[in-house]
């Protein structure tokens, strides 16, 4: 999650120095920083989508291994957690997420790379 994260912040850092360095002077330049800041918009995407997706399970995981090694303070946030989400917690904290990024990574593929246009 941490490597995520930070490839996600330097993608938007690189779209926002190169927001208005746009060369209209050379053609060619001017096509690869168009394609620099395409795929910068494409990584920055995927890593959204994944944090978006896998933070809920990161930090349900980690409730619980907090539970393990200090049961008197996260036992009554995970007594918490359980009481709101009997009997669908597990499914939708820690498969749900894993499963919609698995699904949403196909239709960005498909939105974001002219390659796959039919």
Same mark, same amino acid.
């Given at each position: 999650i941490l490597i995520v994260f930070i /490839?996600? /912040?330097v993608s938007l850092i690189a779209l926002k120095r190169n927001r208005n360095r746009l060369n209209t002077s050379?053609?060619?330049i001017d096509h690869i920083q168009r394609r620099f800041r395409q795929v910068s918009i494409t990584i /920055?995407?995927?890593a959204a989508i994944f944090l978006l997706c896998n933070i809920p399970v990161f930090l349900y995981y980690t409730l619980h291994l907090l539970a393990r090694y200090f049961p008197d303070t996260a036992s009554k946030l995970v007594a918490i957690i359980h009481e709101k989400l009997a009997w669908y917690g597990d499914l939708m904290l820690v498969y749900f997420p894993v499963v919609l990024n698995a699904a949403i990574n196909p239709c960005l593929y498909l939105l974001r790379m002219p390659v796959y246009y039919a």
């Amino acid at each position: 999650i941490l490597i995520v994260f930070i /490839t996600f /912040t330097v993608s938007l850092i690189a779209l926002k120095r190169n927001r208005n360095r746009l060369n209209t002077s050379n053609n060619n330049i001017d096509h690869i920083q168009r394609r620099f800041r395409q795929v910068s918009i494409t990584i /920055t995407l995927f890593a959204a989508i994944f944090l978006l997706c896998n933070i809920p399970v990161f930090l349900y995981y980690t409730l619980h291994l907090l539970a393990r090694y200090f049961p008197d303070t996260a036992s009554k946030l995970v007594a918490i957690i359980h009481e709101k989400l009997a009997w669908y917690g597990d499914l939708m904290l820690v498969y749900f997420p894993v499963v919609l990024n698995a699904a949403i990574n196909p239709c960005l593929y498909l939105l974001r790379m002219p390659v796959y246009y039919a």
